[in-house]
């Protein structure tokens, strides 16, 4: 796959709908407390957390799955507003108790910029493909 910006273009496709899921209050409701959908809070977090990125250190994904400092700043501040929720829910809570938690508003904020940021940069990403030659 090529990729102007980031080493690691297919870890992005996994980031990328996962961050959009921490944005989606709807989304949550209606699949993850669903228990005939496969995606759910678990699913979401070790996409972004252990297996795509570190949400909780992700300097080191810049350039690999994270397009820029933004993306990483924006992505810490993410891994930030999880942590005071798992923290004041506990880490084995079930997922509509995350929902439900007073933080929770945190998280989606700030995965809906961050959710922002990197759409937008893929455009400039694709935009730069298309006027490289790759059609």
Known sequence: M???GIA?????L???PA???LAGPTWQREVWLDPG???NLGHTVHVLF????DADDPSPWL?????????VELMARLGAAYGAVQDSVGADARDEVYLDSPGWSAVVAVAARLAQVLVSNDHVALSNLHDAGHY
């Open 2 to 4: 090529i990729d102007h």
């Open 8 to 12: 690691l273009p297919q870890y992005r």
């Open 14 to 16: 996994h980031v990328v």
């Open 19 to 21: 961050v959009v899921a």
């Open 37 to 39: 959908r496969f995606e």
């Open 50 to 53: 252990d297996d795509f990125c």
């Open 63 to 71: 350039g690999r799955s994270l397009r820029t400092e933004e993306e």
